[in-house]
């Protein structure tokens, strides 16, 4: 049920706020819900009863360093507004703590539908779901054809390095939630130590892109109306953005996967190999260690699946369907351990 207190959340402070930076309509008394299916940033629906908005903070108790940065969600996406991307429009950002207790940004609620489970695609029809993965593959090349510099982003991040960061970074969040020992991490950071690619693709990068991040039209679910969730946005490798889709990817021959749950594995979407090859061939570039972005992919989840599930043991998870996420763990790192062994990019294989 809507209410003006949901979660800790006021309503009445969030419409004094909002009532100051929306300039399309007078904001009316708010009534909130919390949208399920977020594991990480709280997300919630706000009304006035004639206008509806999405609320996003960050998560309530611990949070890694450098995680959770409503900022630069915001940025990304008033950034990306009116490009080949399709975004929410921005409403404001509100960094003062004594609103709701966190920082926060408020965006326009986009009324389509989001693609979460094996039973949402199911209503899909075999070409929808190729289409689909063809309107999302168009969507990343696009994204990562973009010149920063030309939506006022060419200080977002710094490409040279990128992934030596990368794997510095994730290793880091790993020590800070750990909760039990883990001796594939150590090893699968060496591997990928050993094996960084020496040529970069450089752009902007979304870092968790995947099918559940979009907002189709609901009778046309071809059609991609915003992609979503754009905390991890940097400028960086953007093959990088492929490994976490193909690390999302469902296949039906696998184990299941409570994040994804098994959205992908039906008839008419295709196989992670095909995923690779539309992308690439999209873009017109050829990435000959592959497979060391898809292990990347499985080992950075992998970690950032071990912060929620530790958040989630200490009882500072919002929502539903917490419990089972740290069961992903070690399938994850045992997945990315039989990639690197089996690839043949050297110095990955062990």
Known sequence: MNATTVDGLDCVRV????????????????????????????????????????????????????AHDMGREYRALSSLAGTSVPVPRTTGLCQDPNVIGAPFYVMDKLHGTTLR???DTAQLTRTQRAGLADSMMTTLADLHSIDPAEVGLSEWGNP??????QLHRWQRQWDASATSERPEVAELHRRLTASLPTRSYPGIVHGDFKIDNMMVDASDPTCILGVLDWEMSTLGDTVTDLGILCSFWDHEDEFFN???????ALPGFPTRDELVQRYLTTRGIDVPNIDWYLVFADFKIAV?????????????????????????????????LERASASHVPGLTG
């Open 304 to 336: 950032i699946l071990q912060g929620i599930h530790a958040r989630h043991a200490q009882g500072h998870t919002q929502g539903k369907d917490f419990a089972d996420v740290g069961d992903m763990v070690e399938p994850l790192l045992g997945r990315a």
């Open 15 to 66: 419409r004094e706020w909002l009532d100051t930076v929306e300039t399309t309509c007078a904001v009316g008394a708010l009534t909130a819900r919390l949208i399920a299916g977020g594991r990480s940033n709280p997300t919630y629906e706000l009304t006035d009863g004639s206008n509806f908005w999405i609320l996003r903070r960050p998560p309530h108790g611990h949070v890694l360093p450098t």
């Open 160 to 165: 040279d390095g990128f992934l030596t960061r």
């Open 117 to 119: 489970t094996r039973h």
């Open 258 to 264: 409570p994040i994804t749950a098994g959205a992908t």
